[in-house]
């Protein structure tokens, strides 16, 4: 699932182009105003694929000046999931996700973050917010909350 949280009305274009890429079919988006930030607009797109595709979304779409989105790709019996966010200001989060949604932070990311927090360069609760994508879940949520009740568009690909 792709949601476009938040892009201006020139970027419209190139994102449906970079998920269309991606994906291997045209994709024209319904893009609705963001009321969170005036002259912008949000979408949402749904589909099946091989695992991964989120990831290769996720670096079409990254890096991308005043783009605010989030990808999630639901685990099967072989993979687990993903969830990526992304903001203009922060840059692009990844985490693992299990079969209930819940992130899953590696055994050695824990270890560095107690390490650094031991070391006094910051705190454990600070590193864990950021194991868990805390900041951008803080900046998205203004901009989740402003896309609720929007149409989603649902493309199914065979795999």
Request: charged letters at 20%; one cysteine or more; glycine letters at 10%.
């Amino acid at each position: 699932m792709l949601y476009v949280h938040s892009a201006p009305s020139a970027l419209c274009p190139h994102i449906e182009w970079a998920v269309g890429g991606v994906l291997g079919v045209a994709v024209s988006l319904d893009w609705t105003p963001q009321p969170a930030q005036p002259g912008s607009y949000r979408a949402e797109l749904s589909w099946s694929g091989v695992a991964g595709t989120a990831a290769a979304v996720a670096s079409g779409l990254r890096g991308w000046n005043h783009l605010r989105f989030e990808i999630t790709e639901e685990p099967t019996s072989s993979t687990e999931g993903t969830r990526f966010s992304c903001t203009p200001d922060l840059g692009i989060f990844h985490a693992i996700t299990g079969p209930h949604g819940d992130i899953l932070i590696p055994e050695d990311r824990l270890k560095a973050a107690v390490v650094k927090a031991a070391l006094g360069d910051t705190t454990l609760l600070l590193e864990i917010d950021q194991l868990l994508g805390k900041p951008w879940d803080d900046e998205l949520e203004t901009f989740r909350h402003a896309g609720d009740g929007a149409p989603v568009r649902w493309l199914h690909q065979v795999v």
